[in-house]
């Protein structure tokens, strides 16, 4: 497949195909090519095998990525200090977003399905919620049961709700509203 590729690209030939009692052999523009890769060819058996790849191919150049930081500091101080550890992570003001909205909802899959995400998606936003804060956050629903906040939960709720128009949307809740 790449013999064909390279042909294509050369435009002609390299190999004359074997047949019964022929063996395999260059063509002119096979030749020229040899010829053209022989001292590159050398130069990559002087070095080892492991850095072949990276010695002389010239690959495209790839657009450098920033490297993700921490969320600005300067708002964490507004934050009660229950939930600033989360504040201060890469995406953790949206992931708090996330759990005071998914509250409302009697399951984890009921609110990704109102929002349109995958429901994977939103157990590991909560598995990093919940790392950030060191301790459980919700007691999920099983088959027919809702999902529940833990005391921990609850906690975070309250401390986190009056302050979500901080975290990007206006949605307020208090522990003694919440349905679950």
């Known amino acids: ?53 990276r010695a002389t191919v010239r690959r495209p150049h790839k657009k450098k990525r920033k490297p ?15 939930v600033q550890p989360a504040v201060r992570t890469f995406d953790g003001r949206r992931r708090l977003l996330r759990l005071l909205q998914a509250v409302d909802y009697p399951s984890l899959a009921a609110y990704c399905r109102a929002v349109g995400t995958s429901p994977s998606t ?24 809702r999902m529940r906040l833990t005391d921990f939960g609850k906690e975070v709720l309250a401390a986190a709700g009056p302050l979500a128009a901080l975290l990007g949307d206006g949605h307020r809740r208090t522990a003694s509203t919440s349905p679950v």
Do not use: N, Y
Request: proline share 4%.
């Open 68 to 82: 993700r930081r921490p969320a600005d500091a300067s708002g964490v101080d507004r934050f009660p200090a229950l």
């Open 122 to 145: 939103m157990t590991v936003q909560l598995q990093h919620l919940e790392r950030d804060l060191r301790g459980q956050l919700l007691i999920r629903g099983q088959c027919g049961h």
């Open 1 to 53: 497949m790449q013999l064909k590729r390279l042909e294509e690209d050369l435009g002609g030939p390299l190999l004359l195909r074997a047949s019964r009692g022929r063996k395999l052999e260059l063509t002119a523009l096979g030749r020229e090519v040899v010829q053209a890769v022989e001292s590159w060819a050398c130069t990559l058996a002087d070095l080892p095998r492991e850095t072949w790849d």
